[in-house]
């Protein structure tokens, strides 16, 4: 496993939405590595396809997971879904080599979060030891564009994207009276960047 490199999944947002709705909407859950689990999850599987399930146990769903099974409802991985894919197994094996198995994940809310904001994909990174959410990187926003986020104080100031990670963005203030502009780059929520189409300074 040491020489798997990091793999980017996609999954539709829609198909991953349903198996959330059904986690939470279960009242016992599948157990994992460490025993009983009291909330609703997604465990990644890694088999007969790539794919993100519940974890939720109703009267339809067995307590056993097992990688040789999977169910068409399930969310799966873009190009890895042996329902629709002719070629998943070569896909799954670039993301995992000869890896199979199960990833009890602890994503829940944070893919909720990317899915309450309107993103129609949900993409995870995986280098076989773990799973992370993956979004927008600070490559794929606009560096240097001018945004505005709230102050705190009842109105906006304008800022520079540093940088970006899954959650969070690195701004500096520009554009704004010299006090404010002298401040160090902080933190903000990512869905908190709103761009300026209006590019002059206030």
């Not at 939405?17 to 859950?29: D, L």
């Not at 599987?45 to 097992?66: A, E, F, Q, Y």
Request: net charge negative.
């Amino acid at each position: 496993m040491k020489d798997i490199l990091m793999a980017i999944l996609k999954f539709s947002a829609s198909a991953v939405a349903a198996q959330i709705t059904h986690a939470r909407s279960c009242s016992t859950f599948l157990p994992n590595w460490n025993g009983p689990v009291d909330k609703p999850a997604l465990i990644l599987i890694v088999g007969n396809g790539v794919h993100l399930r519940s974890n939720g146990i109703d009267g339809s769903t067995t307590r056993i997971v097992t990688t040789e099974q999977s169910d068409p409802s399930f969310a799966f991985a873009n190009g890895i879904n042996p329902f629709r894919d002719s070629d998943w197994m070569a896909q799954r094996q670039m993301a995992f080599r000869d890896l199979t198995g199960q990833f009890y994940t602890d994503i829940l809310d944070d893919v909720q979060t990317l899915i309450d904001r309107g993103q129609g994909a949900i993409r995870l990174a995986t280098d076989g030891h773990s799973i992370r959410v993956f979004v927008r990187r600070a490559s794929d926003f606009l560096i240097g564009g001018t945004y505005e986020v709230p102050s705190g104080l009842g109105g906006t100031f304008r800022v520079v994207l540093k940088d970006a990670c899954d959650t969070f963005a690195i701004v500096q203030n520009c554009g704004n009276c010299e006090d404010f502009d002298a401040m160090q780059p902080y933190r903000v929520p990512l869905d908190a960047l709103m761009e300026l189409e209006d590019r002059r300074a206030a």
